[in-house]
């Protein structure tokens, strides 16, 4: 078994860096040009593993990527799908993403289907996403709420135009549209939390029919039929974990550069600043209906506790937790390296994500030295003078809590150990030598990253 070591650096983060391709516009880059009749080019496309695995869906269904320096082109199948007795089944492998939306891709496609994925893939809910897609008729069943999952899909999917739907996830959304899209009288949804907007935002790059209204949308039945580009930009999530590298690493500057700022995906960064940390960010330009631009980060010694409760009226105005939901588990690490407390509430949603990362995060903390308290749906945390380390972590093989120990392991003050590393690819291809600034994967004289065999 492959093994990281970590130690301090001897020299701090500094730079300018690219952040990995976006992996959510990737997904949606992809189910949405499913839907189209001609080519789809996709710029800049994410590699991750969770990415890999919507673009073999889309392969089993009949559609041909060709990819070419750095794109990759969906054509539409040559021939419709054979339809078997049998049920096609589909392995959607780590990817909750790819399982959620490709549910109304395939609801709207004749034949029956089944996925499936890894282990922590079946334990995740997926009902939030099968019980509004029967309102428009779709056929989809979930085995006690989770997988394997069959659809029984149909061409001329009835559609659905009674009260708004109310949705709760950008996943749950994203389906309801694909399905809408491809039925006789689409959809309309009302939105009920903060969510990222990735997809209406193509949506309407594409020049697919939606009108928004508040938080309502009205999705018609449409079929795009025109050569088309996407662009993805970096994706924010990834850039993250640099992002807290440099304002926990002494002496540290970093820029990084074509990063998506999309509004509904900075409340991180607006985290990290309400506790005193030097981040700037700015919107350079706008392509394909995204902002993007660059994040500057350097290191912030006076770091205090922060208190997001979206329950608790007196916190507000204060960043979206909703809207921070992957990052929450490095913001606790910057947390237990700051002064005061941290109180985390509202993100009961991270106990059912490819870990339980409530619970996940509370260990690696505790761990490495920090004082954590695990509530329900958040954290409480306490800032500690420094983290100790000496240990190696379990991260339960979630991509997120490894690279969340990897920043830990850069300030704690004896080594971090961290097993089967190559997690960090479901959502971040190449991240350990984006964290060694592209140099081989061999220790620094007194310092760095080292691979070592358990």
Same mark, same amino acid.
């Given at each position: 078994m492959d093994i990281i070591r970590i130690e301090r650096p001897t020299s701090p983060l500094r730079g300018q860096v690219h952040a990995p391709a976006d992996k959510s516009i990737t997904h949606r880059a992809l189910l949405f040009?499913?839907?189209n009749r001609r080519a789809t080019h996709i710029l800049n496309p994410s590699v991750s593993a969770d990415c890999l695995a919507t !673009?073999?869906?889309?392969?089993?269904?009949?559609?041909?990527?060709?990819?070419?320096?750095?794109?990759?082109? &969906?054509?539409p199948p040559e021939a419709p799908l054979s339809r078997n007795s049998e049920p096609l089944w589909i392995d959607c492998h780590n990817s909750g993403t790819t399982a959620r939306m490709s549910m109304g891709l395939l609801a709207a496609t004749a034949g029956t289907f089944q996925l499936t994925g890894d282990d922590s893939l079946r334990k995740r809910p997926m009902e939030r996403a099968?019980?509004?897609?029967? &309102? @428009?008729? $779709?056929? %989809?069943?979930?085995?006690?709420?989770?997988?394997?999952?069959?659809?029984?899909?149909?061409?001329?999917?009835?559609?659905?135009?009674g009260d708004p739907i109310p949705v709760a996830s950008a996943q749950v959304w994203t389906a309801l549209a694909l399905a809408g899209?491809?039925?006789?009288?689409? %959809?309309?949804?009302?939105?009920?939390?903060?969510?990222?907007?990735?997809?209406a935002r193509m949506m309407e790059h594409l020049g697919m029919p939606l009108s928004t209204a508040n938080s309502l949308s009205t999705i018609h039945p449409a079929r795009l039929d025109a050569e088309v580009v996407i662009s993805i930009p970096g994706d924010l999530s990834g850039a993250a974990f640099l992002v807290a590298g440099a304002v926990l690493v002494p002496g540290s500057h970093l820029v990084i550069?074509?990063?998506? @700022?999309?509004?509904? +995906?900075?409340?991180?960064?607006? !985290?990290?600043?309400g506790m005193g940390a030097q981040v700037q960010w700015e919107v350079e330009r706008e392509i394909n209906n995204e902002p993007r631009g660059c994040i500057t980060a350097e290191y912030s010694p006076d770091l205090r506790g922060i208190e997001l409760d979206p329950a608790n009226r007196k916190t507000q105005? =204060?960043?979206?937790? $909703?809207? *921070? *939901?992957?990052?929450?588990?490095?913001? =606790?690490?910057?947390?237990?390296?700051?002064?005061?407390?941290?109180?985390? +509430?509202g993100a009961g949603e991270l106990r059912v994500k490819e870990s339980d990362r409530i619970r996940q995060t509370a260990a690696v903390l505790r761990a490495l030295g920090g004082e954590v308290k695990e509530l329900e749906d958040g954290?409480?945390?306490?800032?500690?003078?420094?983290?100790?380390?000496?240990?190696?972590i379990d991260h339960a093989g979630d991509? +997120?809590?490894?690279? *969340?120990? =990897?920043?830990?392991?850069l300030v704690t003050k004896q080594p971090v150990e961290i097993p089967n590393p190559s997690v960090a690819e479901v959502s971040f291809p190449k991240f350990w030598k984006a964290l060694l600034g592209g140099r081989d994967q061999k220790r620094a004289e007194g310092g760095g990253i080292a691979l070592v065999k358990g």
């Amino acid at each position: 078994m492959d093994i990281i070591r970590i130690e301090r650096p001897t020299s701090p983060l500094r730079g300018q860096v690219h952040a990995p391709a976006d992996k959510s516009i990737t997904h949606r880059a992809l189910l949405f040009g499913a839907l189209n009749r001609r080519a789809t080019h996709i710029l800049n496309p994410s590699v991750s593993a969770d990415c890999l695995a919507t !673009a073999n869906l889309l392969q089993t269904l009949g559609y041909r990527l060709v990819a070419s320096q750095n794109q990759v082109t &969906l054509f539409p199948p040559e021939a419709p799908l054979s339809r078997n007795s049998e049920p096609l089944w589909i392995d959607c492998h780590n990817s909750g993403t790819t399982a959620r939306m490709s549910m109304g891709l395939l609801a709207a496609t004749a034949g029956t289907f089944q996925l499936t994925g890894d282990d922590s893939l079946r334990k995740r809910p997926m009902e939030r996403a099968a019980a509004p897609l029967r &309102l @428009l008729g $779709a056929s %989809v069943e979930v085995a006690n709420g989770t997988m394997p999952i069959t659809i029984h899909g149909k061409e001329g999917l009835a559609g659905y135009q009674g009260d708004p739907i109310p949705v709760a996830s950008a996943q749950v959304w994203t389906a309801l549209a694909l399905a809408g899209l491809r039925s006789r009288d689409g %959809v309309i949804l009302r939105q009920t939390t903060p969510m990222r907007d990735h997809s209406a935002r193509m949506m309407e790059h594409l020049g697919m029919p939606l009108s928004t209204a508040n938080s309502l949308s009205t999705i018609h039945p449409a079929r795009l039929d025109a050569e088309v580009v996407i662009s993805i930009p970096g994706d924010l999530s990834g850039a993250a974990f640099l992002v807290a590298g440099a304002v926990l690493v002494p002496g540290s500057h970093l820029v990084i550069t074509d990063v998506g @700022l999309n509004p509904t +995906r900075i409340a991180f960064l607006q !985290a990290l600043r309400g506790m005193g940390a030097q981040v700037q960010w700015e919107v350079e330009r706008e392509i394909n209906n995204e902002p993007r631009g660059c994040i500057t980060a350097e290191y912030s010694p006076d770091l205090r506790g922060i208190e997001l409760d979206p329950a608790n009226r007196k916190t507000q105005p =204060a960043p979206s937790v $909703a809207q *921070m *939901m992957d990052e929450l588990p490095l913001l =606790a690490l910057v947390a237990a390296r700051a002064e005061g407390s941290t109180v985390i +509430r509202g993100a009961g949603e991270l106990r059912v994500k490819e870990s339980d990362r409530i619970r996940q995060t509370a260990a690696v903390l505790r761990a490495l030295g920090g004082e954590v308290k695990e509530l329900e749906d958040g954290f409480s945390i306490t800032g500690v003078q420094e983290l100790h380390g000496d240990c190696r972590i379990d991260h339960a093989g979630d991509h +997120r809590i490894c690279m *969340m120990a =990897a920043i830990a392991g850069l300030v704690t003050k004896q080594p971090v150990e961290i097993p089967n590393p190559s997690v960090a690819e479901v959502s971040f291809p190449k991240f350990w030598k984006a964290l060694l600034g592209g140099r081989d994967q061999k220790r620094a004289e007194g310092g760095g990253i080292a691979l070592v065999k358990g």
